[in-house]
């Protein structure tokens, strides 16, 4: 597909990170239009392997032409990558040198105005990663109860107008259902008063990716995912996560730390009886964030947040 267009956030950054080998073993559980993948596989050569992710039928394509060049290489996976651990036994990988996830949606997924990720056209409101199978946004918005759409949008959107917009959606469901991503934009609108608006950010921003999240249970997605990568890594092994809002970034955070974490015995215990070693460390504390230049070139990179661990 030629027309897929996606730009890698911080890309030096996570080659830096995982600093590929020849003959290692590598996932990228996202593969979007296959940009980190190609990199990973690029420092690699002549042997490193890739084996990647994505739940998208479309960027699964245009990673499988994108990446042919690197031959057999490289194997791919129309799956979430939450499914990791049992995609990796069933070819019988059982440790990897490296991974990266980085998270969310595709530029290409969101101008795709048919997907309905976007509030900026009219379209049928679906915003499945997968479209072979779940539910569409259209089924949340139109059969939850009320209670769960405050809980999703308020929880997953961090809306403060969550409970207006959830009592206006299912109004307004009651003569017709909601079907298209412009009807909802209306219905938000009408829920948050116009004095109230942001300056800079769409009224129906928080909502979509609150629904977003929810449809692709994205973040329930991370924390399995994330687990099933940690278990995989060899020593020495780095893992490399992208994240785009402080849900997700979050998960991340505590999911290191915690492996990082050793001996967690009171502090007045004068030894330690947990027996806890820490099986991981923390390469970065804070998060690696873009520069001026690369904000610049790809606006999308503002909010990423890459953070990087290491199996010991
Ligand atoms: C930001 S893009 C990745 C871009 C890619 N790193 C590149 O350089 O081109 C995110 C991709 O991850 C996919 N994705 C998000 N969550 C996923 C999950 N749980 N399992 C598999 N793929 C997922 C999306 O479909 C999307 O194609």
Redesign the pocket.
Known sequence: MEDFH?I??L?DEVLQALSPKSGGVYV??????????GLILTASAPDGQLIG????EE?IAVARERLSVFGGRVRIFH????GIAQALAEIGVDGIDGF?L?????S??LDRDERGFSFMHDAPLDMR?DRSSGQSAADLVNTLPEAELYRIISEYGEERWAKRVASFIVKARDGRPIETTLELVDVIKGAIPKAKWEERLHPATRTFQALRIAV?E?LK??EE?LEGLLSLLKPGGRGAVISFHSLEDRIVKEGFRAAAAGCTCPKELPICICGRVPRFKLVTRKPITAGEAEVAANPRSRSAKLRVVEKI
Not at 53 to 56: K, L, P, T
Not at 79 to 82: E, G, L, M, S, V
Request: charged residues 20%; negative net charge.
């Open positions: 996606h890698s956030v890309p990228d559980g996202t593969l979007g239009g296959a940009g980190h993948a992710f994505d739940r998208d960027a799956r979430n990558f939450a990266v980085d998270l969310g949606v595709s290409h997924q990663m692709n994205e997605s991370l995912g």
